[in-house]
């Protein structure tokens, strides 16, 4: 009976050691075909894809940094987006913490009058050049020539798209109502989603899109500009101590 007994109990224990070595055959086969071809989709992205997502990610900055940051980290964690290597960071739980923090506050204070203006002086020493890094981290350390070129290009887009926000908010603020800086933040919101979106699904019609909405942008930038600098006038002279009664 014991020889009967202690023959089960090791064939109990092989059977469990032999399914327990196929489930973890099973999982890594599984875990490196997922990784593959996450690998092989990042791949096959081509030198017009890599510079759309490059530029959309520079661009989208300038608006909405922690925005992009915790919206392609978490396409890249679920695999919607293949992120080249050089994007994986954004995909760490640390990250993605901290941006979507950061992105709770500034969704909120990106609608108050006022705050808004505070809240984009504030965040313009960052923007810019993390937009530079976040397009220059497209290519990453593989490709150093267009990784620098990247970077030049985020930065100079991130700036566009910055002073463009900084100068619409600033002529928006002069109207004591809130409802047209909210409505603005929300396209902005909008906006971020729709780049990212299109830049990796459709690239060359998103280069187009952007060549026009650079113009646009730099003609509003300077015409808000003048408006505001004519404003800041009429209210100095306002304020000045010729101006006051005798």
């Known amino acids: 009976m014991d020889a009967i007994w202690t023959s089960f109990v090791e064939w109990l224990k092989g059977f469990g050691a032999h399914a327990g070595q196929q489930a973890v055959e099973a999982g890594t086969q599984i875990g490196g075909q997922v990784a593959a071809g996450v690998g092989a989709a990042a791949s096959h992205l081509d030198m017009t894809s890599l510079l759309a997502l490059a530029a959309a990610l520079g661009w989208a900055s300038g608006f909405r940094l922690y925005a992009v940051v915790f919206l392609v980290g978490s396409a890249g964690l679920a695999g919607w987006i293949p992120l080249p290597e050089g994007l994986h960071v954004l995909q760490h739980p640390a990250v993605l913490a901290v941006s979507g923090a950061l992105l709770f506050v500034e969704f909120f204070a990106d609608k108050i009058p006022g705050l808004d203006s505070l809240w984009d002086i504030v965040n313009s020493v960052i923007r810019v050049p993390a937009g530079a890094a976040l397009a220059a981290g497209v290519f990453g350390a593989d490709n150093a020539t267009m990784a620098v070129v990247a970077a030049l290009m985020g ?49 060359v019609i998103f280069g187009i899109l952007l060549l026009i909405a650079l113009v646009l942008m730099w003609i509003v930038t300077w015409m808000l500009f003048k408006f505001l600098r004519a404003a800041f006038r009429r209210l100095r002279a306002l304020f000045s101590p010729e101006s006051a009664p005798a």
């Open 155 to 203: 930065g100079t887009l991130a700036a566009s798209s910055q002073a463009a926000k900084t100068t619409t908010r600033a002529a928006i603020n002069t109207s004591p109502e809130p409802f047209s800086n909210i409505a603005m933040s929300l396209l902005e919101d909008g906006l971020v989603v729709g780049t990212v979106w299109l830049a990796t699904n459709h690239p």
